[in-house]
């Protein structure tokens, strides 16, 4: 049934005691928006959606208040107020499209980004709300895209290995800069104070259903992949003081909280919350989930072999297998942490639609710009539409998929982009098609290190709005020689949060067999065209030479780079410059005066 339809009285749905239908709301936090979807219980049905673009998107500049500190290079901040308007703004407009009575609702779940997390009150306050706090960076929210915490990853890695800390291989012996830990640990180095007023240090994922239930639940799934924790604890007092004496008590004192396990209820509405929403006080809150993971269940991809990448801006890669291996460079493998009775893998790519994205904003020329517009086409439609008339090889390109860093295996986010070949006779397309493939490569790289470590990938199933480029997709196809199945939702975290609810609603016993009734795809949608898989082996093997040279090889010239990037912003003003008091100061540079504050 199609956005804004009649929903149809069916025979009693699951979770229904009476015959009349029962519905589950879905909430998605996405990086620019959140996006809300009633579902029915019974069969999936997705009967009306609303998205709520945040008001202040990501914060890269400067802080968005009166006379707000500018920011240094790397940083990615929010704000909590644009994910509360979420539920205020999109849920009610979701159940008005749907045409349902709200009191047929009978539970609501929300996914997160990840890590995503912000410094919190007692009481679940963010501190940036606070007005002693919100003039200093670090009493913000961290978006997962903040890798300004890199030298601290580097430090947790390098004493965890030298430790032997036994948790480092089921993170394929890398912490990332994205995660918990790397950034808890910059705001102790570069503005105590903030740290100290921390009482809660909270992933948006639990903060959102803290705000919906009134309960603070941390859940299974990002304290697996992002905080570090495996068979029940955490790092140990003794690790955390090696990194620094002040960070001994973190876990102790800001992170450690009661688990919530996928799939079962945080807590009920509060009367508040319910007046945000329109929905009706007491219905289930699922526990916080993240939105790659959530999406499996909705892709009914939850058996062993059947990878997900959820694409993006960004790319995550989930996978279910009863194997329990270490693999170099995956973001995570935790118990039950997508579908219960089945180790969870989890790797990734940082750039993926963002590196699109930023090409089709940079570096179209003028006469393309105009052809798209006389067209009636987007700039990603056009320059697909020229790359598509191209020979695999036809360009002459090969590029690294490095543009926001490398999330896995090399767990990197120092390293940059790059695209060799270029001539000047190298037109847009060509670097386009390029920089698609590169993606594509990098996805290779990532399944190629699950087979040789023995969890081998037998199906790649395809979520999110880039499966809408049928040349990306095939390229996907040709350089993985997998089939490609796509999930038959446009929503697919949304549906799997709404999956969540339905469980957490008591309508069914656990996650895959609700997937079975809810969940929905199309197998095998693209396959390998054994001409272009051929003709992709050896540009392969190029990205491969590039990947380990700069990547593995010891030639750190991306590094340098951005170290002289960072040296001459310093020269220029005090614009990276954070103070004793936590407040990064200066003039605002060119691009920050251009965007008149605004966030980018």
Known sequence: MTQGSTPETAAPAAGSTDGSPRYVVGVDYGTLSGRALVVRVSDGAELGSAVHEYAHAVVTDRLPVEGGASLPPEWALQVPQDYRDVLRRAVPQAVAAAGIDPSDVVGIATDFTACTVLPTTAEGVPLCELPEWSGRPHAWVKLWRHHAAQAQADRINTIAADRGESWLPRYGGLISSEWEFAKALQVLEEDPAVYAATDRWVEAADWIVWQLCGRYVRNACTAGYKGIRQDGAYPSREFLAALNPDFADFVADKLDQPIGELGSAAGTLTAEAASWTGLPEGIAVAVGNVDAHVTAPAAQATAPGQMVAIMGTSTCHVMSSDRLREVPGMCGVVDGGIVEGLYGYEAGQSGVGD???????????ADYVAEAELRGLSLHELLTEKASAQAVGEHGLVALDWHSGNRSVLVDHELSGLVVGQTLATRPEDTYRALLESTAFGTRVILEAFRDSGVPVTELVIAGGLTKNHLLMQIYADV???????????????????????????????????????GRVQRAAFVPDEAGAAAYDPLFEEYVRLHDHFGRGGNDVMKRLKALRRKAIAGKSEVVTVTADGIARGAATPREASAGGEAA
Not at 355 to 365: E, S
Not at 491 to 500: D, F, K, R, T, V
């Open 355 to 365: 590196i699109f994205g930023w090409f089709t904003r940079t570096a179209a020329p």
């Open 480 to 518: 993985t020689r997998l089939p490609l199945s796509v999930i038959g939702s446009a929503q697919g975290p949304a549906l799997g949060s709404a999956i969540h609810a339905a469980v957490a609603a008591g309508a069914y016993p656990d996650v895959s067999s609700a997937a079975e009734r809810m």
